[in-house]
């Protein structure tokens, strides 16, 4: 049983920043990638950001050049730092995990969510 759990939503004014933050416990053998998706109301999920086992990191190009993904050192936590946030930016932002549990079996996982309001 793998769980992720999301912290740091909340409300901000336009121009302000967040950092997100997200723990990842349960039984890994080896994770994959860790990343971000966000859906605001009437849309679909979408990516984020990503940091693959490796280290490189991947962004929708709408959060470029604003919003930083990092993890922990042990790859149990992962991080978004979004600076120069604009309502657009407003969703339900969802930590990701792709990991295998055993040598053979990997899987998908998904925290909760955490709301990220930007309104003046």
């Known amino acids: 049983q793998v769980h992720l759990a999301e912290s740091g939503g909340g409300l901000v004014r336009p121009g302000g920043s967040l950092t997100l933050s997200c723990t990842v416990s349960g039984s890994i053998f080896s994770m994959v990638s860790l990343g971000w998706y966000r859906q605001a109301p009437g849309n679909q999920r979408e990516l984020v950001a990503t940091?693959?086992?490796?280290?490189?990191?991947n962004y929708a190009d709408s959060v470029k050049g604003r919003f930083t993904i990092s993890r922990a050192d042990t790859k149990e936590a992962v991080y978004l730092q979004m600076n120069s946030l604009n309502p657009e930016d407003t969703a339900v932002y969802y930590c990701?995990?792709?990991?295998?549990?055993?040598?053979?079996?990997?899987?998908?996982?998904w925290g909760q969510g955490t709301q990220v309001t930007v309104a003046s």
């Open positions: 940091i693959n086992n490796g280290g490189a990191t």
């Open positions: 990701y995990a792709a990991a295998y549990t055993t040598p053979r079996t990997w899987d998908n996982y």
